[in-house]
């Protein structure tokens, strides 16, 4: 049983194309990210949705948006893409707790290369 | 401009030796602390979360937190050639609307040698 999954697992695309990338968690978890990870390594929130309301919305461009159906998916779309967008984007969930710990399960990661 | 800073290493050590992974961050109201391991081409995988002061302990890893100090660190014993992978501390700032929203050092790199 996949906890958080996200399809596709890889994607390539030309300069300018709109893509989209698909999460899903069957944790039932009430918050769900999607975070990037560039080439360094280096790993940074873009957003983050409760309840199917977005709570954090980090400055990322605004050709990126992301839509949340119901509880269970955070789909990211991503309109004109630019070199600089090839990255591997995370998507990860969590459930709060009294003492607000947020633990959050990642996703396999989506990795998209923009030709 | 809330910060996490960890050694970008590589650390490097013997199996069997204690690895030590060190993480530093900026704001003081910080409440909740993790570690997660990253191994190449995969995503994060949580290893242990500490939010009270002193040690925390699972298995081969102990979580230490000093909040006077705003350190937070992770041991591993015993260390073993399957632990090599990148370390990644993040931290949950404690503001406003954005709890949970766990900010990320950019990792350190372990390499254990057999």
């Known amino acids: 049983d996949t906890a958080v999954s996200q399809t596709p697992k890889y994607l390539v695309t030309q300069m300018g194309n709109d893509k989209s990338i698909k999460c899903e968690q069957n944790?039932?978890?009430?918050?769900m990210y999607w975070y990037k990870q560039d080439s360094k390594k280096f790993l940074k929130i873009m957003f983050s949705?409760?309840?199917?309301?977005?709570?954090i919305n980090e400055t990322v461009p605004n050709r990126f948006s992301p839509k949340s159906p119901d509880k269970a998916h955070l789909n990211l779309h991503i309109n004109s893409l630019e070199l600089g967008d090839s990255a591997v984007y995370f998507c990860?969930?969590?459930?709060?707790?009294?003492?607000?710990?947020?633990?959050?399960?990642f996703g396999p990661g989506t990795r998209l290369l923009v030709l | 401009q809330k910060e996490v800073e960890q050694n970008s290493g590589p650390l490097s050590v013997p199996e069997g030796a204690i690895a030590s992974l060190n993480c530093t961050y900026s704001d003081r109201g910080s409440q909740s602390f993790f570690w997660y391991r990253q191994y190449s081409g995969k995503s994060p995988e949580l290893i242990m979360f500490i939010y009270s002061n002193g040690d925390k302990e699972d298995g081969r890893f102990t979580a230490q937190l000093n909040k006077a100090s705003q350190y937070v660190s992770l041991l591993i014993r015993d260390s073993q050639p399957s632990d090599s992978a990148t370390y990644l501390c993040a931290v949950n700032p404690n503001y406003g609307g954005s709890q949970g929203n766990l900010i990320f050092g950019k990792g350190t790199k372990l390499s254990v040698k057999p």
């Open positions: 944790l039932g978890h009430d918050t």
């Open positions: 949705y409760n309840n199917k309301e977005l709570i």
């Open positions: 990860a969930s969590s459930q709060g707790s009294p003492t607000n710990v947020k633990t959050q399960y």
